[in-house]
């Protein structure tokens, strides 16, 4: 199976702190993405990176992507409840219109 | 607008009922999916539209059946399913392939087979 291994599977930290959370995948793609699902409702897209890319930010997300070790990172700064979620990633399948999604991360964020 | 919105919201189906889900999206993509997903668990792919033919079928069972009537809408017709079938089934759609910008999801169908 392509789909990837995300960790950890759950992570708890005060509102303020930094979150990080990893994904690992096993072929080669074009790009990665992240996404965000809050109570079991629709995905939110956060964030693209494309194989040729090492580094994205964009608000208070940062993704990194190492095509070499297969995995990449997101990272989430000074966090809030609101970030309370669960984050997946998913990577493409190349040459077709199909996205693999990862285990995810279940995040919470305390107040 | 910027949606890709799904009907209904909840769906509660017995074994022998036949029902359907809908999806519908504006914004000019070309791709429509079809994912299922469990509790705690990731999406799965089922079904991708691409220009409004069936591009991939990820060896569903055939008591699910999809419909693309047009560029707008993604339909899944349900039939005699079985109680593991109780899931989250969301649409999304995506500009090409979605190597872009991504997939545009729907809030999802929370269905219950009884």
């Known amino acids: 199976s392509q789909q990837g291994e995300e960790d950890p599977q759950a992570l708890s930290i005060q509102e303020g702190e930094n979150a990080t959370m990893n994904c690992s995948y096993k072929?080669?793609?074009?790009?990665l993405q992240w996404y965000r699902q809050n109570s079991g409702r629709g995905l939110v897209h956060l964030i693209l990176?494309?194989?040729?890319?090492r580094e994205k930010h964009s608000g208070r997300l940062r993704v990194t992507l190492d095509t070499s070790k297969k995995s990449s990172s997101l990272l989430i700064t000074a966090s809030r409840a609101a970030d309370t979620a669960s984050y997946f990633c998913?990577?493409?399948?190349?040459?077709?219109?199909?996205?693999?999604f990862g285990t995810g991360t279940r995040l919470k964020v305390l107040a | 607008d910027t949606e890709v919105t799904q009907t209904p919201k909840h769906l509660v189906m017995g074994m022998t009922n036949k029902k359907s889900l809908k999806c519908e999206q504006h914004?000019?993509?070309?791709?429509m999916y079809w994912y299922k997903q469990k509790a705690k668990k990731p999406p799965e792919l089922m079904f991708v539209?691409?220009?409004?033919?069936?591009?991939i079928n990820e060896s569903v069972p055939s008591r699910f059946s999809p419909e693309c009537p047009n560029s707008s809408l993604l339909n899944l017709h349900l039939h005699a399913l079985q109680p593991e079938d109780s899931a989250l089934y969301l649409c999304?759609?995506?500009?090409?392939?979605?190597?872009?910008?991504?997939?545009?999801f729907g809030s999802g169908t929370r269905l219950t087979v009884v």
């Open positions: 072929t080669s793609i074009n790009n």
């Open positions: 990176i494309r194989s040729n890319e």
């Open positions: 539209y691409s220009y409004e033919k069936l591009s």
């Open positions: 999304a759609s995506s500009q090409d392939r979605g190597q872009l910008y991504g997939y545009t």
């Open positions: 998913a990577t493409d399948v190349t040459g077709t219109y199909k996205y693999i």
């Open positions: 914004m000019g993509h070309r791709a």
